[in-house]
């Protein structure tokens, strides 16, 4: 396919990296994002070698901080006049609490408002660029949340790691299903995915080490095609696991839960308006 501007977030490690690496050796414009500006130049580095490719421009941002998500758009948006595609691949597993600014706790901050605000901040040069796309990554984690505790939202205190994580996972797939009616006719078309279960930093610090998953590269397999592919380019609002297009689970399906999930997430980001 013809040369594209993709943003990846999270792209200085595990599948976010792999992913990056894929798409550059493709001939793409890939613009690489992380949290530390050491390893982000030691990764930058790593990826000019490995791909051949000059056009790996590199943002940092702490994605925890909705002041340093604006400020990532605003710096995407006045460095370049289109942008193709954005994958919203950082993620966290904080075994501990922690909150961020705002009061909102750590996971929920970066996995889910992170990618609401970033993608509402980026929508207007996405618009311009269309046909462009939102690439979400969520996780099959999603499908162990029967219910959720709205009250305990945005903030967790009451904080099980893997519920919290599963319970972000599940508002990024409710959430792109909403975004994706709210796009029709834009132009720019919004999907989830589960990668995989993947040998990541992430899963590491929930199975508290050891190598229980697949290779990151395994992972960036079902993103890029996502983000690449003609026939993924054709959906909008559709959510992929385990090789296919699949429903997610009923929770994150129910209208009334991506409802929930689109006023929380406007709400705890300041969107006046989509």
Known sequence: MAEQTILVTGSTDGIGKAT??????????????????????????????????????LFIADLSVQERVRGLAEEIGGAYDRLDVLVNNAGVFMPEREVAPGGIETTFAVNFLAQVLLTHELLPLLARSAPARVVNVASIAHRSVGSVEWGNLPGFSRY??????AVSKVGVIAFTARLARALEGTG????????????????????????????????????TYLATSPEAGKVNGGYFEETRWTQPSSLAHDPGVQERFWEIGLERTGISRW
């Open 20 to 57: 990056a690496r894929a798409l550059a050796a493709q001939g793409h414009h890939v613009l690489l994002h992380g949290r530390d500006p050491e390893k982000g130049r030691r990764v930058l580095e790593e990826l000019k070698a490995a791909t051949g490719s000059d056009r790996l421009p």
């Open 188 to 223: 720019v078309t919004a999907n989830s995915l589960h990668p995989g279960v993947i040998d990541t930093k992430l899963l590491r610090a929930y199975i508290h080490g050891g190598n229980e998953g697949a290779p990151p590269e395994r992972g960036a397999e079902v993103v």
């Open 160 to 165: 099980e790691p893997y519920e919290a994580y």
